[in-house]
């Protein structure tokens, strides 16, 4: 049996969004804060918006993490959450749980020993050496602490570059694998190199304020626009305009964008 606390679950978004409420709070003052209209433009203009695509960006069920080069494909309708040198994806019922971590590989080991001699999976079942997308892995089961208690799980191990990364795929069922391990395997087997295209259109969404001519509208600029959900929605809501407001002709508007085509699911 192994547990090295890598499957610890990250705190959920209520817990999140009370610490982000607590330190705002503490940053309050009864000072006034107004800089005027166009200092505040200038400021926000650039600013980083969204996901912080240090930690990979997620668009529809695919993870692109520009800094470390991979991308990947998450099963359908599964949330995906990205940490600090951790991934979590997990269905709505999360009856299971998908988990991505990153180690320094080491050349003088294969996938296989890396697994068994560095993070002390010893009890490998039905192991296979794979090369998944010309990139050397290895994959098994192993009963494993999870965060659903000891469970029969999926590992699989890749290099890439001067990476190991570990797949890990649990399940709530304590009968095995058999429902999820389909999932478990089509993802890891997604795992690839970005290209240099999406490397480009991986990166930080950014605010950028335009001036809005006569056929300027929330319609024609979220089409242009690399946001995935509910983006004319979106931008009403940082231009002040929720949810009926138009734009005036002349005016400054806010809009995200990230420089580079749009990514979908094109793994």
Excluded: C
Aim: without cysteine; glycine residues 8%.
């Amino acid at each position: 049996h192994v547990y090295h606390g890598l499957f610890a679950s990250h705190p959920d978004n209520d817990t999140r969004l009370k610490e982000v409420v607590g330190t705002a709070e503490k940053l309050k003052t009864d000072e006034p804060t107004y800089a005027g209209r166009d200092a505040y433009l200038n400021l926000i203009n650039g600013l980083s918006y969204g996901q912080d695509s240090s930690q990979g960006v997620v668009i529809g069920r695919g993870l692109y993490h520009g800094p470390l080069g991979f991308a990947m494909l998450f099963p359908s309708h599964w949330q995906i959450d990205t940490r600090s040198n951790t991934t979590q994806a997990y269905p709505e019922s999360k009856f299971a749980l998908i988990q991505i971590n990153y180690f320094t590989a080491d050349a003088r080991l294969t996938p296989r020993d890396f697994l068994m001699k560095k993070l002390g999976f010893t009890d490998l079942r039905d192991g296979q050496d794979l090369v998944i997308n010309k990139l050397p892995a290895h994959t098994g089961q192993a009963f494993i602490n999870t965060p659903y208690g000891q469970r029969q799980s999926r590992v699989t191990l890749i290099y890439y570059g001067r990476r190991a990364y570990l797949i890990t795929g649990m399940t709530k069922d304590t009968r095995g694998l058999d429902r999820y391990d389909d999932d478990f395997m089509k993802t890891m087997a997604s795992f690839r190199p970005m290209g240099r295209a999406e490397r480009l259109a991986a990166r930080q969404l950014r605010i950028r304020i335009i001036k809005a001519g006569n056929d300027t509208s929330y319609k024609t600029l979220a089409a242009d626009s690399p946001l995935e959900n509910l983006a004319e929605e979106q931008l009403r809501l940082i231009n002040e305009d929720y949810p009926n407001g138009e734009i005036k002709p002349e005016g400054e508007t806010t809009h995200a964008y990230r420089q580079s085509q749009q990514l979908r699911d094109v793994l």
